[in-house]
């Protein structure tokens, strides 16, 4: 497999240990295996399993599967979804539509499984299936574990890191004695995949609420229909079945609907917990190990692949020796704000579809009405659900808060479309940036020479981090993406007005900024990464640190 980038001397060699090869598992060993790190991935189930428990992949997420080469599979099994929509006693209350930057896509934990495991055999990696781990030990070297293989064996080994991705029920968790605290909703949820008759679309979701309780229906791909709700106070798991189901959807739905042809049928139920601690020394926890909440909104996957991808990057750089431990301190803090986030908002969506008392339900309808109208959901919900508005605070992966030319530090980069003269395509610029290595984007007015400081800085920096740090320019009045910087030839001198931003892999923004940009770049890098390859030259640190970057600092916003 092609080495990303070279790894320091001395770094360390030893396999990293993923527990679980569900969808955050499997991201995970995916991600790190095209980031060089050698890894290895256990599951004590005997193969995948066939139940499609989540359903809804957002946006974010799609550009993280994408990036690992599962478009063909997206395009091919997703169904887009086109709106969400909401009735009262049978009424329309709220219809939000989807546009092209937040529409989700329905597809099947299964097909996301398979789509990582292609991506991991590809990359050269596999599932050790029937593995499972049964003890766990570790200093400040290394973690040294029990696994026990499909045929009973018993077998001690040393890894470097471990990931535990191996659900509510962790392994990884329990060997850690980590809490997790939470509560489980009293009602328990029926579910059933079935066909529907009845005058519904399949790029639909329908959220039907009656003084009863709401039904929801989500289409399928392929023509089934997901049906779910709360099943009524001393239900078992054992009494649900398609004739209890019809009845509740008889109850609470528009009436007219008829289910037949089922697949599957089961009872859940809803919990929200979170564990005390993500990390531990060199052990990690992603994904339902380390938060579970209701299914409300959908967040449940998308949350985990994101966990996975953001901390693969910073584990495969510091497995190489190429970044200070201390960058694995910000997965904790990063993903822990997500988190709360998204426990909060999967609870209070979940309250609101089982009010018990008449004058809750009428709120709630007024409240769906007015952000109807108001468009409230397609400007301030959606995006959030769609993963595009997380804003990570200051720590050890993102500098100082800032923002300039439409970056914000600690947010995605824009995903405004460009043309990249590098593929000679027109794409969204998060993609056309790499997601191996950080990206100093030099952003500014087409007709205007670049400052001479810039092209000094991008310089100094190739010097000192080598192939860890690559400069693209942005020309904004044309939305031109160029490896170099344009000519001076016909251009206007520095009175233009450029921006500064370092983008890390995940296409969030370590640092911004104009004046204080060259700066603020060289303080984050300082701090995140050992200077590699060869020093600079004392030349070209006198031209980054002298009068050029008092020109620069007039020349940026």
């Known amino acids: 497999m092609e080495q990303m980038y070279e790894q320091e001397a001395g770094a360390d060699r030893r396999p990293v240990l993923v527990v679980g090869a569900g969808p955050v598992g499997l991201t995970a060993a995916a991600e790190l295996r095209r980031r060089g790190v050698p890894v290895r991935c256990v599951d004590r189930a005997q193969g995948p399993s066939p139940l499609s428990k989540a359903l809804a992949v957002w946006p974010r997420t799609l550009e993280v599967l994408r990036r690992l ?48 495991g292609e991506c991991l ?17 570790q200093d400040a070297h290394g973690v040294t574990v029990e696994l026990r293989t499909a045929d009973g064996t018993a077998v001690r080994e040393e890894f470097s890191y471990v990931l535990g991705c191996d659900g509510a029920s962790s392994t990884v968790r329990e060997r850690l004695g980590i809490a997790f605290d939470g509560s489980t909703y009293a009602p328990l949820f029926a579910l059933a995949d079935v066909r529907v008759e009845g005058p519904l679309v399949h790029d639909a979701n329908y959220y039907f609420c009656g ?50 042809d089922a697949t599957w049928t089961t009872g859940f139920s809803v919990h929200a917990r979170h564990a005390e601690r993500t990390r531990v020394g060199r052990v990690f926890l992603a994904g339902d190990a380390a938060h579970i909440h209701s299914p409300a909104g959908g967040q449940g996957l998308n949350t985990g692949v994101q ?80 993963g595009l508005t997380y804003v990570y605070r200051q720590g050890a992966a993102v500098g100082p808060a800032g923002s300039v030319g439409g970056f914000t530090t600690g947010a995605l980069a824009p995903d405004r479309t460009v043309w990249d003269r590098r593929t000679t395509r027109r794409v969204p ?75 890390r892999p995940d296409g969030y923004v370590a640092v911004c900024g104009g004046g204080r940009g060259p700066e603020l770049v060289r303080d984050w890098l300082r701090t995140a990464f050992p200077a590699q390859g060869h020093r600079p030259a004392a030349t070209a640190t006198a031209v980054t640190e002298s009068d050029s970057e008092s020109e620069l600092k007039e020349a940026l916003l």
């Open 69 to 116: 080469g599962g478009g063909k599979r997206i395009e091919t099994h997703g169904l887009p979804i086109e709106s969400l929509r909401y009735h009262s006693n049978n009424r329309e209350v709220a219809r939000i539509r989807f546009d092209d930057r937040t529409r989700p896509v329905t597809l099947p934990q299964p097909d996301v499984e398979a789509l990582l």
């Open 121 to 137: 055999s590809e990359l050269g990696g596999e599932v050790e299936w029937g593995t499972e781990l049964v003890a766990l030990e």
């Open 211 to 260: 003084p009863k309780g709401v039904v929801v229906l989500v289409g399928l791909p392929g023509g089934r229909f997901r049906v779910f709700t709360a099943a009524p106070a001393g239900t078992t798991r054992e009494d649900i079945d398609l004739a209890l189901i019809q009845r509740l959807l008889d109850d609470r739905g528009p009436g007219g609907l008829t289910l037949h």
């Open 307 to 386: 966990d996975a991808h953001n901390l693969a990057w910073k584990l495969a750089l510091v497995h190489a020796g190429r970044a200070h431990e201390t960058l694995l301190d910000s997965y904790a803090d990063e993903r822990g704000q997500v988190a709360r986030t998204v426990i909060r908002q999967a609870d209070l969506q979940t309250r609101a579809w089982t009010p018990t008392k008449r004058w809750h339900v009428a709120l709630r309808d007024t409240a769906l009405r007015v952000a109807s109208a108001l468009r409230l959901g397609d400007i301030a919900y959606v995006p959030g659900l769609a």
């Open 429 to 503: 610029l998060r993609l056309a940036l790499t997601d191996l290595r950080m990206t100093l984007l030099v952003a500014g007015p087409g007709d205007h020479a670049v400052p001479a400081a810039a092209t000094a800085l991008a310089a100094t920096l190739q010097q000192q981090y080598g192939d860890l740090v690559e400069t693209r320019y942005l020309d904004t009045t044309d939305a031109l993406l160029s490896d170099t910087a344009p000519r001076d030839a016909g251009l206007k001198r520095n009175d233009g007005r450029f921006a500064l931003a370092l983008v």
